[in-house]
């Protein structure tokens, strides 16, 4: 097959490749109380250290939850706010996330997966995104940053679920009265 040079590349040459990140951290706590913890979105402010303030627009019986999430403002006095739709699994522990309003995406998308291990529970983040053309950033540069944050958020949480799980270890078990 012999091909034009003259004629115009196909137009998915245009196209910025996607960004990817994999990020995973094991959790000293059983898989039910970090699942329980870092799905209530309504203390993701107290979580993580990026958010300011999560409003739930809709919550389909604990399963479903269209929110926004907005953030502190950056080193340029900016807040970033977007709306997301989370999915979750419980049985599967297992979470799809997106951005409904992908703002300098094109798209953001996320899988969070949970499952129990020696030494605690593994939290996994998987997020898959393309920059537009106009962002302020590339995929690339984005990638980057994504990534490097996701460390330190991830390490953030582990140690706030892991002071959550000690504190409930301490709580005293009330021993059963006799008749």
């Not at 403002?73 to 419980?90: K, M, Y």
């Not at 899988?111 to 030494?119: I, K, L, P, S």
């Amino acid at each position: 097959m012999s091909t034009d040079s003259t004629s115009p590349p196909p137009e998915s040459a245009n196209v910025e490749p996607e960004g990817h990140t994999y990020n995973s951290i094991v959790i000293d706590a059983p898989l039910d109380l970090v699942w329980q913890v870092t799905n209530d979105l309504g203390n993701w402010p107290n979580l993580f250290t990026e958010y300011a303030s999560v409003d739930i627009l809709e919550n389909r019986d604990d399963t479903y939850f269209l929110f926004r999430l907005t953030m502190h403002p950056d080193a340029n006095g900016t807040v970033w706010s977007w709306v997301s739709e989370r999915t979750l699994d419980p049985i599967a522990h297992r979470v799809t996330a997106r951005r409904v309003e992908p703002g300098p995406f094109e798209f953001m998308n996320i899988d969070w997966t949970y499952r129990q291990v020696a030494g605690g529970t593994t939290m996994r983040w998987m997020q898959t995104f393309r920059m537009r053309p106009t962002a302020p950033v590339d995929t690339a540069t984005m990638t980057r940053r994504i990534d490097a944050n996701t460390k330190i958020q991830m390490a953030v949480i582990a140690q706030k679920v892991q002071a959550v799980a000690e504190s409930n270890a301490a709580q005293p078990v009330p021993l059963p009265t006799t008749a």
